[in-house]
Each structure stands twice: as C-alpha cells, then as structure tokens.
C-alpha cells in the first residue's frame, strides 16, 4: 500500500469528554498507521505537505461538506441472526430465543444458507460506517470460519467467536454442543484455523471463546473454556446481566451474580467482552475493573429484550471500559451512529426518570446523562480500546480506521448551516452526525489505510 496524505475537517475524539474539529494534514504511511496529523497551516503540516510533493505521495483534499471521523467499533453482533433484525422484538428474551433464534441459528449448520447472510451483512456493516466488529457466530465449525473468511475478504477488522452451548436444561436437542469435550476440541480448532487463515498475519481477524450465557452452559463447559482461553491467549465474550430473567436465573443456579460467576469459571480477564450488564452491582463493576474487562453497551436492545438502562456513568467512575453494541438482532439497526444516539436518548430518561406520578425531584437518578461527545467516544475509542486495538482516534501510531462522511451528499438528512450558524463547533457536528448520519453519507470507508468501502477521494 501507498503511503497519502488526507486534507480537510477532522472530528477527533481526543478523550471521553472531549472531541476536537480542526482543519488538518494526515499523514497515513505504508503500513496503513497514521504517521502525524497536524493542524493545516502549522509549519508541521507545511513539512508534511512538503515531503509528499517531493515524493509523489497522493494528496487527497476533502470539500466543505466533507469531513473525516474515526471509524465506529460495533463490540456486540449476532452474525447469523441477521436475517431477523427487525423482527420478534414483542417477546420476552427466553421466548424469542427458544421460538425465533435457536431455530434460526441452527440453519447456519448449512454453509450454502450461510454464505450470503454473512457476506450480505459484513458489507453492509462497512457502508455504514463499522470498521471494527465483534460477531459471536453459531455452534457450528464451518460456516463461523466462514464468517472469518468473509470479514477478511472484505477488510472488516473483526473478532469472531464460536459459540458454545450445552445445556439442555436451555438448549434445544438440534442446537446445542454434545458435550463439554466436543465443544472444548470445537473451540480450540477454531482459534487454530482463523489464526491460520492465509491473508490473516497481521491478525485482522481473530477468535474468540464465546459462551454463550451461563444459562445455556453447563458448569464443566465454563470452566473449561476459561481454562481454554488462558492456554491460548485468547479473548473472550459472553453476555452479562442482561435481563431480569438471565440475571435472577444465574442467581438462583450459582448464588452470585454473573460477575463473579465468571470470574470464578476463570472467563473474567483483560479483553472480556460483557454484553449488557444492566443489573450489575457497585461490587460486580469494581471486579470488572480489576479484571481489565469491559462491557459493551447495547441500548436499543435493552429497551426491548433487557427491561433496564445501564448506569455507564457509574461503569466509567468505577475505571471500566466501556463501547457500544448494535446487538443485532435484539438491537433493529446495523448502525453504530444510531446505537450512539440511542445511549443518549436512554441516558437522559435514566437521569430525568419515566414515571409522571413521582415528583421530578425522586423520579430518577441524576448525575446519569451523556453528551453526545461522550457517545462518540464510545463509538470509536471507547470500543476499540476494550479490545486493546491501536485505532479509534486520528493519532500517530494508531491505524488508520476512518469514514469519510458527506454531509452534503445526495438522500442526507444532514442540513447544512443556512442562517449563519457556526459550522466549526466540535460538540455541535458531533451531535448532528450522530443523530442524523444515513447510509448515503458514508462516502469512503478505511481500515488500516485500505479503502474497504465507498470511492475513491479526490486527488489534490
């Protein structure tokens, strides 16, 4: 790859709380990591503009309009569950799991049927915006190294998992593991072949061990498999106090929360991907804490499937990391945009409350908002940095994982400044971005400098 300079507005954000809008040089080397970006007009940038004339480097200049973001991580996605977002989100978790999703997963034991699903939705993730995912597949080897492949063909920085579930106190006949051996040999081959996978040496994809929840895994399974992630290094992703249901069920089974479950069963280290986490305790936050794992923020979903709002503002006071998840398909949108907007939206009803029969002084729990600036974080840093990526901010030495947006783009329900109101406002573009952003927007679309989506910028 060829190392280019980008010219024009840069969103970056610099920090939880903080997200800056400059006009800006960036420096993308050969090796798809930025080398520097500096503020346009500075002698830094001169130098840089400087060494690519002299050097032949391509010099892309982006329009008014256009301006360049950090790429979105999305650390929450059912794969096969694609073909029903959207649908079935009236039922309670366990029955849309026993009428909807088991048989639906199950189908994926045919790699013909799963082709197209997987290869359908990782392009669409890329075109809108997603630039690092993180899939929990099916139970069955082949068409989940399949997912692998396609998330590699395409350029979609992507960690995968094969899913394990054995017990039949949950799980149906047709779609559960065999026993613990079975699904611990089934799990290690697979870390095996997608680290193997020709065109993976830089690890653009890689494993991950997936149980599914502690309701639909044995004892044995668990511990197993977190016995398993040790000897291999590898990361690992599991849901966490979803719902009243999962949360009261895994208490009633263990006698502690699922925090403490896991860390117990060995499944709670740095790189631990929790999903949801509504119902953790001040105690369960600090544990995560000290076992360097996150939670992936699902708040469309929540609204549906897990009955309560997470309190992120305390996960951030207790030192977690914190991203965000679409959930497809317990979330219904593919975008990461909308999910940000969504943290928002539930933020805002946690901190005001929802009941107009209790006073506004009592009904809710203040302190709890979010500002859109603090969403944008955790679509692009937030995420990648649970993960332990270099990527998510426009800094030297991070890859360059990027989308082009066009807010003047043909279908954009972006609208331009018309009365003189001031277009330069970091906060402000965030804020409109987020809640606004659509498909047609997403101009061009980069993980570690290769263009993966969308078309090509112009050349200065």
């Known amino acids: 790859m060829d190392e280019f300079i980008i010219r024009g507005h840069v969103v970056n954000p610099v920090a939880i709380d903080r997200a800056t809008m400059t006009d800006s040089v960036v420096h993308v080397g050969a090796d798809g990591r930025i080398v520097a970006r500096h503020d346009a007009g500075t002698p830094m940038a001169a130098r840089v503009l400087d060494h690519a004339a002299r050097h032949g480097m391509a010099v892309h200049?982006?329009?008014?309009?256009?301006?360049?973001?950090?790429?979105?991580?999305d650390l929450h996605v059912h794969a096969p569950q694609w073909p029903q977002m959207g649908r079935a989100l009236d039922l309670p978790l366990r029955e849309w799991l026993e009428q909807r999703t088991f048989p639906l997963e199950a189908r994926f034991a045919d790699p013909a049927f799963a082709a197209p699903v997987y290869d359908e939705m990782v392009r669409t993730l890329l075109a809108n915006g997603t630039t690092t995912a993180v899939f929990f597949a099916t139970i069955h080897e082949e068409s989940s190294l399949l997912l692998a492949r396609t998330c590699l063909r395409h350029g979609l920085r992507a960690h995968v998992g094969l899913v394990a579930m054995d017990d039949p106190a949950l799980c149906p006949p047709a779609y559960r593991n065999a026993s613990v051996e079975q699904a611990l040999a089934a799990t290690r081959r697979f870390i095996h072949a997608?680290?193997?996978l020709p065109g993976n040496e830089g690890g653009l994809v890689r494993p991950m061990v997936t149980p599914r929840f502690?309701?639909?895994?044995?004892?044995?399974?668990?511990?197993g498999l977190g016995t398993l992630a040790a000897e291999e290094d590898c990361l690992i992703q599991t849901h966490c106090s979803e719902s009243d249901w999962e949360h009261d069920y895994v208490r009633q089974r263990t006698g502690v929360n699922d925090t403490v479950a896991l860390d117990r069963f060995g499944l709670l280290r740095r790189g631990t991907v929790l999903a949801h986490s509504c119902f953790m305790t001040a105690d369960d936050m600090a544990l995560v804490h000290a076992r360097g794992a996150a939670i992936a923020h699902c708040p469309i979903s929540n609204a549906y499937f897990a009955g309560a709002v997470l309190p992120?503002?305390?996960?951030?006071?207790?030192?977690?990391?914190?991203?965000?998840g679409t959930d497809i398909s317990g979330g219904y949108s593919p975008s990461v945009a909308v999910n940000a907007a969504m943290a928002v939206t539930a933020a805002r009803m946690l901190d005001s409350g929802t009941d107009p029969d209790r006073p506004a002084a009592t009904r809710g729990a203040p302190g709890s908002r979010l500002t859109f600036t603090n969403a944008l974080w955790l679509a692009t840093r937030g995420g990648t940095a649970a993960l332990g990526i270099d990527a998510g901010q426009f800094a030297a030495g991070q890859a360059f994982d990027a989308i082009l947006i066009d807010r003047a783009a043909p279908g954009s329900n972006i609208l331009p400044p018309t009365h003189g109101e001031p277009d330069n406002v970091a906060e402000d573009v965030v804020q409109q971005i987020l809640c606004n952003i659509g498909r047609p927007n997403i101009y061009t679309v980069w993980v570690t400098g290769r263009k993966v989506h969308g078309t090509d910028v112009t050349v200065a």
């Open 61 to 73: 200049a982006l329009s008014p309009a256009q301006l360049l973001m950090p790429g979105f991580a």
């Open 194 to 196: 997608v680290r193997a």
């Open 214 to 223: 502690i309701p639909a895994c044995t004892d044995g399974l668990l511990q």
């Open 312 to 324: 992120l503002r305390r996960a951030w006071q207790a030192g977690v990391h914190v991203g965000l």
